[in-house]
């Protein structure tokens, strides 16, 4: 299984969450339930919409973690990956977005000649596009960006297909689409709001 989430959104809002949390605790007691509830939704808004996203890619198929909304959707039904402006994928006549995955302009590595990324540039296979969009345990692990992912989830897809062409996988009989919401999502976001709601109006 392969997790897929930009470490720089990851990071901002696990530095916004301990702030938060922090004027919470520091200013809660004499500041009211307003501004304590205020913190609490803050930082419980930064983990819902920059530390939770995530697109897990397993072999059953690609599962999109969106804030407060998840879509599992099969190998078998998943038709074209596209990365225009975040992350998307395409299945049974519906685009299924990536909140956590956007798209960012790639610079070339290597061989490149006054801006001529062609030049030189070492070809890419399925094998190696998979690798680069998973990163590697080193230091310097690219960026997850949505053609990355995009690449990944596409090499996947074709190992799936040869697997279950040899045997080594049965897919199941009946593939669907599944789309629910998260209900931990939304009790983070519901609780604090209620709390808010019930300051404002006492």
């Known amino acids: 299984m392969h997790v897929l989430r930009p470490r720089s959104s990851a990071f901002l809002g696990g530095c916004a969450i301990v702030v938060c949390v922090g004027l919470a605790v520091l200013g809660g007691g004499g500041s009211g339930l307003v501004f304590t509830s205020a913190m609490i939704l803050a930082a419980a808004a930064s983990f819902v919409l920059l530390v939770r996203p995530n697109v897990r890619v397993s072999i059953e198929g690609v599962a999109v973690h969106n804030p407060c909304r998840q879509t599992f959707v099969p190998w078998r039904l998943l038709e074209d990956v596209g990365s225009r402006w975040n992350l998307e994928l395409y299945a049974a006549d519906r685009t299924v977005s990536a909140w956590a995955i956007s798209s ?28 680069e969009a998973q990163g590697s345990r080193s230091s310097t692990r690219p960026a997850v960006t949505a053609p990355r992912a995009a690449r990944l989830i596409e090499a996947s897809r074709e190992e799936w297909l040869e697997a279950v062409a040899e045997g080594a ?26 709390l808010l709601a019930v300051g404002l109006l006492t």
């Open 104 to 131: 960012h302009i790639e610079r070339p590595r290597g061989g490149s000649f006054m801006g001529f990324g062609g030049i030189g540039a070492a070809q890419q296979t399925p094998q190696t596009a998979g690798r």
């Open 169 to 194: 996988v049965i897919e199941p009989a009946h593939p669907q689409i599944v789309r629910q919401w998260d209900l931990l999502d939304i009790a983070l976001l519901a609780v604090p709001t209620a």
